[in-house]
Every structure is written in C-alpha cells, then in structure tokens.
T-cell receptor
C-alpha cells in the first residue's frame, strides 16, 4: 500500500543534542510537509517542500531545518533541541501545492531530557 | 483570536448516539474544509473534504459548511466505540500558501459501549 512512513516512531534526545527525524513516501507526491503537534494542540506547519523548493513558515524557529534529497525522502533536523521542542512531529504529503488533500504519517514523538 | 476555533471537549456519548462536532473560523478566504480523525499517538487520517457551502455525506459521516456564518460541522450517526478519537477540523486557501492547512485544536470524542 502507498503510504507515508516516519522513523523513528519515538525519539529521546538530550537537551542541546542534534536530532534528525525521517519521513519517506511511496505516493510519489510533489509536496512534503512537516508539522509540529504539542499535547492537546493543533498541528502547526513548520515548513514544506514543493519538489526541491523549500518554503519556511515565518514563525518557524531557526533551530529547525529540513532536507529533501529526493522525491521520496524528507528529513527534519533540530539543531539544538530544547525542552519546549518536545512534541509529535508529523510528516504529510500532497500531490500538488493547491488545496489537495494531505496524507499524514504516523508521527514521531520526540522527548527531550 | 485564533483563526480556527474548536471546542476541545472531551465529549462523551453512548454508543448509537448522533455526534455533532463544530468549528468556527474568522478568515473568509478559506475555501477548502476538511475533517481529520486522529487516534491516540497516531497521525491524522482524512475523513471528509469539502469545497463551498453545503452538505457532503459519506456513510455515517456528514460534513456541513456554512460560509456565510463561517461555521463547519461534522455529524456522526450511529456512533461506535471505534469512533473514539480526536477530530480535527482543517481549512486551506485556494491555490496559495502552499496548500497550508490551518487546524482547529481538535475535539476529543469518547463513545461508550
């Protein structure tokens, strides 16, 4: 089945220690998104890639970076995680950048000690 | 004021009840309206996708959009314990902002057998 896969499902890191979260998709979609969802809150868009074109949300901290080496994979790098970065990180894809539906992965839950 | 307001609940109903979930929004530029279901510690799953005012039905689910009142609803008929989840409304603009979704906070629903 075509799907969005995220690894790892759970990640524990130390305060200030860089961490990378991974997302892959078999849908061959052009757009990949990263959302941050804190407990009992709405998912909040961090950035998205349209093909290789990176689009950062204005309020996304510089601490968050992303890479998309090819169509299938996208990575979220947190350079110096703080306690406030503990959250569920959701990857999503859509076929195009219009108002098409987005398909979400299962998420990676990040814990910062 | 948040762009999208959603009562977080929790909402508890008996099995078989009709459930009504609602969101209000402030930005009249939203054109697409979605409902996602999110089980605990999982990624959101698209339930319903609508454009413009009116009703859309899919099985036990009906989505309703009233653009004049900036109000959307999701109705679940004959609710089942398996419907217990958090329901997120989401909205997007027409052909700009990269298909960015603006989510409500989510309503936690519990259907008791």
């Amino acid at each position: 089945d075509a799907m969005v896969i995220q690894n790892p499902r759970y990640q524990v890191t130390q305060f200030g220690k860089p961490v990378t979260l991974s997302c892959s998709q078999t849908l061959n979609h052009n757009v990949m998104y990263w959302y941050q969802q804190k407990s009992s809150q709405a998912p909040k868009l961090l950035f998205h890639y349209y093909d290789k074109d990176f689009n950062n949300e204005a309020d996304t901290p510089d601490n968050f970076q992303s890479r998309r080496p090819n169509t299938s994979f996208c990575f979220l790098d947190i350079r110096s995680p703080g306690l406030g970065d503990a959250a569920m990180y959701l990857c999503a894809t859509s076929r195009d950048r219009g108002a098409g539906t987005q398909y979400f992965g299962p998420g990676t839950r990040l814990l910062v000690l | 004021q948040k762009e999208v307001e959603q009562d977080p609940g929790p909402l508890s109903v008996p099995e078989g009840a009709i459930v009504s979930l609602n969101c209000t929004y402030s930005n009249s530029a939203f054109q697409y309206f979605m409902w996602y279901r999110q089980y605990s510690r999982k990624g959101p799953e698209l339930l319903m996708y609508t454009y413009s005012s009116g009703n859309k039905e899919d099985g036990r689910f009906t989505a309703q959009v009233d653009k004049s009142s900036k109000y959307i609803s999701l109705f679940i008929r004959d609710s089942q314990p398996s419907d217990s989840a958090t329901y997120l409304c989401a909205m997007s603009f027409l052909y700009n902002q990269g298909g960015k979704l603006i989510f409500g906070q989510g309503t936690e629903l519990s259907v008791k057998p």
